[in-house]
């Protein structure tokens, strides 16, 4: 049994179709990325996912359980999420924050109990940020904000994480840091992952790592093509959902390893 699966999944809103006609399933210890253009409705997909909002038609399956069907905390059990952008409104501690992901499994009137600090320590040490965990989160860089967001979600301890761009926003060696993140904890603890993302290197950089991965290239509504991100980033799909230019580059680095990146040359007038 997968652990997720969407089964000709459709939203839109009043007559206006957002997606439709959407399905794919991914299993445990993979990473399926949505690539796609501004709008074409990657994060509204993962509301969808997520319960947000209900699909005018299909069905999101968790470990074969209608998501319709769940309460939220049972939802929050399952699928934790990721933004891609967080006010830092209050100055919380990084502790205090990554506390908040064990809210699914604490009473309105309760507090976190001791288990629960300890869950939150150990998320904090996975993302190695053990050293801010006194410090106010209002205090902390983007690269360092996004990795307590992660350690929240890796409070929850659920089986599936869904991220919404997670590296928007971030320098080059932040957002490397978070990639490395990703692939660290995808070995370490066999999580799944749905990451929407504007950059498809990320696809490749996961493949490069040996992580199971898929992509999904999302235009005109639906997904028009699925598969090993080998397969399908090509130039010509590249030149098709994007209207650009591109290379596809292949360079072997250590170990004999090859590793692909998209160099971007033009956009098409």
Not at 12 to 27: A, M, V
Not at 41 to 52: C, S, V
Not at 91 to 106: E, N, W
Not at 195 to 211: R, V
Request: with cysteine; net charge negative; hydrophobic share 40%.
């Amino acid at each position: 049994m997968p652990l997720i699966e969407l089964k000709d999944a459709s939203f839109g809103y009043n007559q206006q179709d957002i997606f439709k006609g959407i399905s794919f399933q991914i299993g445990k210890g993979e990473i399926f990325c949505i690539i796609g253009p501004n709008g074409c409705g990657k994060t509204t997909l993962l509301d969808t996912i997520l319960g947000i909002l209900k699909l005018r038609q299909g069905d999101v399956l968790i470990n074969g359980s209608n998501i319709q069907k769940m309460r939220p905390h049972e939802i929050a059990r399952q699928i934790a999420y990721i933004p891609q952008a967080h006010s830092k409104t209050f100055p919380y501690t990084v502790l205090d924050v990554v506390l908040m992901g064990r809210a699914a499994y604490t009473g309105i009137f309760s507090s976190p109990a001791d288990e629960d600090v300890v869950i939150a320590e150990e998320a904090l040490a996975l993302v190695g940020l053990t050293r801010l965990k006194s410090r106010p989160y209002t205090q902390l860089s983007g690269g360092e904000g996004q990795l307590v967001m992660i350690a929240r979600a890796l409070a929850q301890k659920t089986p599936l994480l869904i991220m919404d761009e997670p590296t928007a926003h971030l320098d080059f060696k932040h957002e490397l840091t978070v990639l490395e993140t990703i692939v660290q904890l995808i070995n370490d603890t066999n999580l799944s992952i749905i990451m929407a993302t504007h950059f498809p290197n990320h696809a490749f950089y996961f493949e490069n790592n040996n992580i199971k991965t898929s992509v999904a290239l999302m235009d005109q509504k639906t997904f028009s093509q699925v598969g090993r991100p080998a397969d399908i980033i090509s130039e010509e799909n590249l030149m098709m959902l994007y209207n650009i230019n591109a290379k596809v580059v292949s360079c072997h680095i250590g170990s004999g390893a090859e590793l692909k990146q998209i160099i971007p040359i033009s956009t098409i007038s």
